[in-house]
């Protein structure tokens, strides 16, 4: 059974520039959510996605932006990359119903941006 | 509002020593749920426990122990006879009321040595 997957695994990119990380839930779950984990600070919620729409976002600006598709797996894209965006992205799997539910996470994306 | 806080930002201890981790949250909701995640140097994050605002009955798992205290708004994690291997960053995080997010505290660092 596989877990959650996210790809790549590190990306380099310059100010400006735009970026998409991927993830592929756990196999049977449903919601995909996203975490930003600054270095040295708990993971912060992005915003999370459920049946294709965007069900809950943090306090994050427009330049981020997901999507999820019909297999479940889901997107995270970042535009007008800054400086302040270098961080551990993770994505976090889980099954929808209740507001509970453990949230299984992958290994993260870790996006540096010089 | 929701809030988590981990006043220990680092502990070192020697294997075996016993070791516990402070958790003190906030929130305005009745209904919430606990956890306990571990990060290990590899980045992901490994579910531990999960605790409803209902359940203060504090639960054991083999060397793991968690104490939950309502009136104190704290939720404690302990490991007994510590080992090298639980060496991580150790966070405390919560869901309340309808959100599903999860909202971290900015997590614990153990150090455990030989």
């Known amino acids: 059974d596989a877990g959650v997957t996210q790809s790549p695994t590190h990306l380099i990119k310059t100010r400006g520039q735009q970026v998409t990380l991927r993830c592929s839930p756990k196999?049977?779950?449903?919601?995909v959510s996203w975490y930003q984990q600054a270095l040295g600070q708990g993971p912060q919620f992005i915003f999370q996605?459920?049946?294709?729409?965007?069900?809950q976002r943090g306090n994050f600006p427009d330049r981020f932006s997901g999507h999820q598709f019909p297999n479940y797996s889901s997107e995270l894209n970042v535009n007008a990359l800054l400086l302040g965006d270098s961080a551990l992205y993770l994505c976090?799997?889980?099954?929808?119903?209740?507001?509970?539910?453990?949230?299984?996470f992958g290994p993260g994306t870790r996006l540096t941006v010089l | 509002a929701q809030k988590v806080t981990q006043a220990q930002t680092e502990i070192s201890v020697v294997e075996k020593e016993d070791v516990t981790l402070d958790c003190v949250y906030e929130?305005?909701?009745?209904?919430?749920?606990l956890f306990w995640y571990k990060q290990p140097p590899s980045g992901e994050l490994v579910f531990l426990i999960r605790?409803?605002?209902?359940?203060?009955q504090n639960e054991i798992s083999g060397r793991y122990s968690w104490n939950f205290q309502k009136s104190t708004s704290s939720f404690n994690f302990t490991i007994t006879a510590s080992q090298v291997v639980d060496s991580a960053v150790y966070f405390c995080?919560?869901?309340?009321?309808?959100?599903?997010?999860?909202?971290f505290g900015t997590g614990t660092r153990l150090q455990v040595t030989l």
């Open positions: 996605y459920y049946e294709e729409e965007e069900r």
């Open positions: 995080a919560l869901v309340s009321g309808t959100a599903s997010k999860l909202t």
């Open positions: 976090a799997s889980s099954l929808s119903g209740t507001n509970y539910n453990e949230q299984f």
């Open positions: 605790r409803n605002s209902f359940d203060e």
């Open positions: 196999s049977g779950h449903d919601t």
């Open positions: 929130t305005r909701d009745t209904t919430y749920y």
